[in-house]
């Protein structure tokens, strides 16, 4: 089976620093992958350039066995690569029906099912009720919801979500978690998260960053065992964790 | 409010303001209608300008290169080539597209400030050459267009463009195409992409949308657009001349769409008409003019941030496109 996502030697400097350091990184189809690491070892850098947002410095990204590395960010949306924002990025003086058309409209035809699309997409969010509002004056969780929406209706075969639980409540993390497994089933899934718990739970295999590398990779399992993340990324020493 | 209701709303809403301006042309006094039609071709040079500034949020200070392309495009073809009416008028729309596609290909590779200058830079090179090649452009006298030259000749029936109520009534033509490019294109995929452009820029991209290209066809639609109302303005007013290619007509447009409300479709007509009262009614009984239509772009500003139909679309008229 070819890998849906594959970058080799992936580099990325910023002046002096490496953000991103020779990353070797493989994606198989259909994953739900989550990408751990502490504040600052490049892992919204490393999905900035598969999505395009950013220029790598040197190294290669393959989409499907496509070379992907200098495609322009929209024609990779194209391609199925949907990139959620860490930072909120919607469109807060639009309303929420009219953020999740822009998405949808590009793909339907002509009056064909944009409305039902943008409401099937905001329906799994659970954000139909309050499509005509407007985006801006949404509670800090629910532009998130909307912005996975908005991620949704691009039917992206591959859903990069950059820190989605960010500032959710308890029961907004369930029903996330409900929504990230529907979203599995389709398309391969690309998480960057702090919530361990969460991850643990949601996670087929768990990619460990650490200063611009790849640490560790493996099942929730394995990396919660290996003992270079738990010096590296929990804090503690090897030799303490019981 | 359901889809129907907004569709009828804003449909008769349109169709009403053209029937009274249709009106207007019976009941007007001979200096307001002369006024009003040459109100109602500098409207449609503003609703151009609001395309692109208002929908896609880019500020040109510029455009009076694309209102120029029109008039010079539409007066020299009749001066140098002796076209008829409709010849020179698309002669005039093709200058307009041409120079803004070349314009909108060179000026989009910036954006803010230096959009700003940029275009403003290139209107004052055309601005410029339009005096330095004075033997084809008539330098600082510009060009007048004798009335003979002057008459549409449509399937048998002559139509004198410097007849009032003729001109009034292509003037009134001119304005109403623009009106429904505007509303055609704001209430299209296009448009909305175009709005999404202005809010954030980033995120569209990230939608996968070509917001270079997206922006480049809301300059050329914009350019040309404007550069229609300049060469209906040669055509109906016989004159053309480099005063328009200055940079007082680039900051004209922007003043009439920014008092009618920018991104809204008739905003940039009311912005025009009220401009225009104002200078009128001031500069009759003061010389000092320019200070109450200073004073007043100031209250309108404090108390109208949005433009006219923007804050009423803000408060009160939410349908409003």
């Known amino acids: 089976m070819t890998p849906l996502l594959v970058t080799k030697g992936l580099t990325r400097r910023f002046g002096g620093l490496k953000a991103v350091d020779g990353v070797d990184f493989t994606l198989m189809p259909g994953e739900i992958r989550a990408v751990i690491g502490p504040n600052g070892a490049g892992k919204t850098t490393f999905v900035s350039m598969v999505c395009g947002r950013i220029l790598p410095t040197s ?53 064909q099912g944009v409305r039902a699309s943008v409401m099937a997409a905001l329906e799994k969010v659970g954000l139909a009720g309050r499509a005509a509002m407007q985006a801006g004056q949404l509670a800090y969780g629910h532009q998130r919801l909307l912005e996975v929406a908005m991620g949704l209706a691009l039917k992206p075969r591959l859903l990069i979500l950059d820190e989605p639980t960010q500032g959710l409540s308890d029961a907004e993390i369930e029903n996330f978690v409900t929504l990230v497994r529907t979203v599995a089933e389709e398309a391969t899934v690309l998480l960057i998260e ?46 303490e964790a019981a | ?42 409207a449609a040079f503003a609703m151009g300008y609001n395309i692109l500034f208002g929908y ?44 803004s596609l070349v314009i909108g290909l060179l000026a989009l590779r910036t954006s803010g400030v230096a959009f700003m200058i940029v275009t403003m830079m290139f209107a004052q090179v055309l601005a410029l050459s339009l005096i330095y090649f004075a033997g084809w452009t008539g330098g600082d006298q510009g060009l007048v267009i004798p009335q003979p030259a002057r008459i549409l000749t449509l399937g048998g029936a002559a139509f004198d463009l410097t007849d009032p109520t003729v001109r009034y009534m292509a003037a009134l033509a001119l304005f109403a195409v623009a009106l429904a490019v505007t509303l055609a294109l704001v209430r299209s995929r296009h448009g909305r992409v175009l709005v999404a452009i202005r809010e954030n ?11 270079f290209a997206n922006k480049l066809a809301a300059v050329v639609v914009s350019g040309t657009v404007s550069a229609a109302a300049g060469a209906a303005f040669a055509l109906l007013f ?84």
Request: glycine share 12%.
């Open chain 2, 1 to 42: 409010m359901s889809g129907e209701d907004r569709h009828a709303k804003i449909y008769g809403l349109h169709l009403a303001v053209l029937a009274v301006l249709f009106g207007l042309s019976f009941v007007l006094p001979a200096y307001y209608h002369g006024l009003m039609a040459r109100i109602l071709v500098l």
């Open chain 1, 59 to 111: 190294g290669m990204i393959l989409f499907d066995g496509a070379d992907i590395t200098d495609m322009p960010p929209h024609r990779r949306v194209r391609l199925g690569i949907a990139y959620t924002f860490q930072i909120t990025s919607v469109f807060p003086n639009l309303s929420v029906y009219d953020n999740v058309a822009l998405p949808v409209q590009r793909t339907a035809t002509v009056g």
């Open chain 1, 194 to 239: 702090h919530n361990m718990p969460l991850v643990m739970r949601l996670a087929d295999r768990i990619t460990v960053f650490d200063a611009g590398r790849v640490l560790a990779e493996g099942t929730p399992e394995q990396v919660r065992a290996d003992a270079a993340v738990q010096a590296a990324y929990l804090g503690t020493g090897a030799g």
């Open chain 2, 201 to 211: 820029e980033e995120r569209t991209k990230m939608l996968g949308y070509d917001t």
């Open chain 2, 56 to 99: 896609a949020g880019l500020l040109s200070l510029g455009h009076a290169m694309f209102f120029a392309a029109g008039m010079y495009g539409a007066g020299l073809s009749i001066a140098h080539f002796g076209l008829g009416v409709p010849l020179a008028f698309l002669s005039g729309l093709a200058c307009g597209a041409l120079l």
């Open chain 2, 238 to 321: 016989g004159y053309v001349g480099a005063n328009f290619a200055g940079v007082q007509y680039s900051i004209l447009p922007l003043l009439w769409v920014l008092l009618g409300g920018a991104a809204t479709t008739l905003g940039p007509l009311l912005g025009t008409l009220v401009m225009y009262v104002v200078t009128d009614t001031a500069s009759s009984f003061t010389s000092a003019w320019l200070l109450i239509v200073g004073v007043v772009l100031i209250l309108l500003v404090l108390f109208f941030p949005k433009g006219i139909l923007g804050t009423l679309r803000a408060r009160w008229l939410g349908w409003l496109p």
